[in-house]
């Protein structure tokens, strides 16, 4: 069965930090990776989505790496703003999970200080 | 463009009580996901379809119910509710394997 873990489970940093968020996960048979932003009270907000084919995708401040090999994907954010705070979710897509329903970790929750 | 919405935003029952949580979406999309999501604990699939008439189970499918008469709604149903289902319920769509996943703004249930 995947599992997805996400490091830290809390984060807090000035702003205008640039950080790195990780994700890992035990199954490398995926077909692609989501990184998600939440914030209190409200839905997910897709941020990126990397397939397993790529290394990389890029949106803004935002960069995501991914390597299915050892399990890993980071979600790179330069130049930390306090709009940036929100709880940050990744998630897998696996053959067969639940017509590749996507496993979620369970969030690094990400304060940046003013 | 509305992409996936759900109703109601927030709703309180009764223990044994029923209702239905609405999904429909406007993408065309043949996926269809209800997750639950509890502090300290991710979210976990309740309930999939992969197109209108197939619907399945989840990790956490007791005492839900779904059903997909068309492509755009998939609606999730509470026959007894219990205080275990004491929630966040969020829909999601996607169009394929490959593609991205959407969310809804989910609901929040509490069971009293």
């Known amino acids: 069965k995947q599992e997805v873990t996400q490091i830290p489970a809390a984060l807090s940093v000035p702003e205008g930090e640039n950080l790195v968020l990780n994700c890992s996960f035990t199954d490398s048979a995926i077909y692609n990776l989501q990184w998600f932003r939440q914030d209190p009270g409200k839905g997910l907000t897709s941020l990126l989505l990397?397939?397993?084919?790529?290394r990389e995708q890029t949106s803004g401040r935002l960069n995501a790496s991914l390597d299915k090999s050892s399990g890993r994907s980071t979600l790179y954010i330069a130049a930390s703003q306090p709009g940036d705070s929100a709880t940050y979710l990744c998630?897998?897509?696996?053959?067969?999970?639940?017509?590749?329903?996507?496993?979620f970790g369970k969030g690094t929750h990400l304060i940046i200080q003013p | 463009n509305a992409g996936v919405t759900q109703t109601p935003k927030f709703r309180i029952l009764k223990i044994g009580q029923s209702m239905t949580l609405q999904c429909t979406q406007d993408?065309?999309?043949?996926?269809m996901y209800w997750y639950r999501q509890d502090p300290g604990m991710g979210l976990k699939l309740i309930y999939y379809s992969v197109g209108a008439g197939i619907t399945d189970k989840g990790e956490v499918p007791n005492g839900y119910n779904v059903s997909r008469s068309t492509t755009e709604d998939f609606p999730l149903r509470l026959e007894l509710a219990a205080p275990s289902q004491t929630s966040v319920y969020f829909c999601?769509?996607?169009?394929?394997?490959?593609?991205?996943?959407?969310f809804g703004q989910g609901t929040r249930l509490t069971v009293v």
């Open positions: 999601a769509s996607r169009q394929d394997r490959w593609t991205e996943a959407f």
């Open positions: 998630a897998v897509i696996n053959p067969g999970g639940g017509a590749d329903g996507l496993t």
């Open positions: 993408m065309n999309h043949n996926y």
């Open positions: 990397i397939q397993s084919s790529q």
